[in-house]
């Protein structure tokens, strides 16, 4: 039997690390795109996949592809799909389409038809169509279309991988899960480190490290597509489930440190992580980074700084910076300290030497990952 074809999109940056983590579970033929991997694979290294992935956002099923020329064409190759195998006419179900290079004049028309033609088979086969929901599909169907080749996808996950499932305490702008862990393992962290956030907010690094250190699949508390809708048999997911649920480690104090300056920060973090059961594995502070010490004598910080919104204006965010790399300079000898930035003009106001800039994209946002390992007696620049 041939392996089936998938794609996994995932945060521009993290591409090669995610196809080392597919590779781990299973999938071969891995190629990277920008923003994503594809792979061949069983329905296993799917289920896999969903539950496992810590930096993917979504695994796509690749239903078929085919020449276009126009937006018929779309219809067509959608309406010859066996849809009706896959999912029920009574299931909510949303299209959405993306394009690189397409000479068709409106994606909007293009997602009308590529609706159009899978809603007419069910009707046409079935004698009922499934409703639109934009919001909350039971059902997504993603369609890509490249300057002559349209590539129809079945979602196998629902909403995005990274919503775990477990944090409901929400504060502004916060750090996507799938990005935090791309950012632990850029850091080069294993759980064997002691780990420090001292700007946590609503604490995504520490869930995301917490749940690596107790060997705790990222999907396990939450449900995917999968299981309600199309080809992947039920006895694959509970065996995978299954195999997943025993390498849990029980809830244990862990070498992963938070703290905040902000108190209702403080709060929402505590909130998020007694959600998933790790309440008293990360312990918290409300500190000022400024005003504080590192929790152990060497290990490994990562931050997401706060910007002008919590900090006020653009020179408390430069007295800020350099107020920082003092502290580490003077605090934190012996640790590797990572920031995360869009803007490439603050980190210089530290006054450390950069051991390296790693790229990624936070959304839209393009950003670096910033390393200084701090020696004693180094003190940058």
């Given at each position: 039997?041939?392996?089936?074809?998938?794609?996994?999109?995932?945060?521009?940056?993290?591409?090669?690390?995610?196809?080392?983590?597919?590779?781990?579970?299973?999938?071969?033929?891995?190629?990277?795109?920008?923003?994503?991997?594809?792979?061949?694979?069983?329905?296993?290294?799917?289920?896999?996949?969903?539950?496992e992935s810590r930096l993917?956002?979504?695994?796509?099923?690749?239903?078929?592809?085919?020449?276009?020329?126009?937006?018929?064409?779309?219809?067509?190759?959608?309406?010859?799909?066996?849809?009706?195998?896959?999912?029920?006419?009574?299931?909510?179900?949303?299209?959405?389409?993306?394009?690189?290079?397409?000479?068709?004049?409106?994606?909007?028309?293009?997602?009308?038809?590529?609706?159009?033609?899978?809603?007419?088979?069910?009707?046409?086969?079935?004698?009922?169509?499934?409703?639109?929901?934009?919001?909350?599909?039971?059902?997504?169907?993603?369609?890509?279309?490249?300057?002559?080749?349209?590539?129809?996808?079945?979602?196998?996950?629902?909403?995005?991988?990274?919503?775990?499932?477990?944090?409901?305490?929400?504060?502004?702008?916060?750090?996507?899960?799938?990005?935090?862990?791309?950012?632990?393992?850029?850091?080069?962290?294993?759980?064997?480190?002691?780990?420090?956030?001292?700007?946590?907010?609503?604490?995504?690094?520490?869930?995301?490290?917490?749940?690596?250190?107790?060997?705790?699949?990222?999907?396990?508390?939450?449900?995917?597509?999968?299981?309600?809708?199309?080809?992947?048999?039920?006895?694959?997911?509970?065996?995978?489930?299954?195999?997943?649920?025993?390498?849990?480690?029980?809830?244990?104090?862990?070498?992963?440190?938070?703290?905040?300056?902000?108190?209702?920060?403080?709060?929402?973090?505590?909130?998020?992580?007694?959600?998933?059961?790790?309440?008293?594995?990360?312990?918290?502070?409300?500190?000022?980074v400024l005003a504080g010490?590192?929790?152990?004598?060497?290990?490994?910080?990562?931050?997401?700084?706060?910007?002008?919104?919590?900090?006020?204006?653009?020179?408390?965010?430069?007295?800020?910076?350099?107020?920082?790399?003092?502290?580490?300079?003077?605090?934190?000898?012996?640790?590797?300290?990572?920031?995360?930035?869009?803007?490439?003009?603050?980190?210089?106001?530290?006054?450390?030497?950069?051991?390296?800039?790693?790229?990624?994209?936070?959304?839209?946002?393009?950003?670096?990952?910033?390393?200084?390992?701090?020696?004693?007696?180094?003190?940058?620049?």
């Amino acid at each position: 039997m041939q392996p089936e074809r998938f794609f996994c999109p995932c945060p521009r940056g993290l591409e090669a690390m995610l196809a080392e983590e597919l590779a781990g579970l299973g999938a071969s033929a891995l190629k990277c795109y920008p923003g994503g991997v594809g792979f061949r694979g069983g329905w296993e290294v799917c289920a896999r996949a969903n539950l496992e992935s810590r930096l993917a956002t979504r695994v796509l099923w690749h239903v078929d592809s085919g020449i276009y020329r126009s937006e018929d064409d779309l219809y067509g190759l959608a309406y010859e799909q066996r849809w009706e195998d896959w999912f029920d006419a009574r299931q909510s179900m949303k299209v959405q389409v993306t394009a690189i290079k397409s000479p068709l004049k409106s994606l909007n028309f293009a997602t009308l038809r590529v609706k159009d033609g899978v809603c007419d088979r069910f009707r046409n086969r079935m004698g009922a169509r499934p409703s639109i929901d934009t919001n909350d599909p039971a059902v997504r169907i993603h369609a890509f279309l490249g300057e002559r080749e349209l590539t129809l996808y079945l979602d196998t996950s629902g909403a995005p991988l990274y919503k775990r499932g477990y944090k409901f305490a929400k504060v502004e702008a916060p750090l996507k899960e799938n990005l935090a862990a791309g950012i632990l393992r850029i850091a080069g962290w294993t759980p064997d480190q002691a780990l420090f956030d001292p700007m946590c907010g609503s604490g995504t690094f520490l869930l995301e490290a917490a749940q690596i250190a107790l060997d705790r699949a990222p999907g396990l508390g939450r449900g995917f597509a999968l299981e309600t809708s199309g080809p992947c048999p039920a006895k694959v997911w509970k065996a995978v489930r299954a195999a997943a649920e025993a390498r849990v480690q029980p809830a244990r104090p862990l070498q992963i440190f938070g703290a905040d300056v902000d108190a209702d920060q403080v709060v929402r973090a505590r909130q998020n992580l007694a959600a998933a059961g790790l309440h008293e594995a990360v312990p918290l502070r409300c500190e000022d980074v400024l005003a504080g010490s590192p929790p152990a004598p060497a290990g490994v910080l990562v931050a997401n700084p706060p910007y002008g919104v919590r900090l006020g204006e653009a020179e408390q965010l430069l007295t800020f910076y350099r107020a920082l790399g003092d502290v580490f300079k003077k605090r934190y000898a012996g640790w590797r300290c990572h920031l995360l930035s869009s803007d490439t003009a603050l980190p210089k106001h530290l006054g450390l030497r950069t051991s390296r800039r790693v790229p990624l994209w936070n959304g839209a946002l393009e950003c670096r990952v910033y390393e200084y390992q701090i020696v004693s007696g180094k003190l940058g620049d």
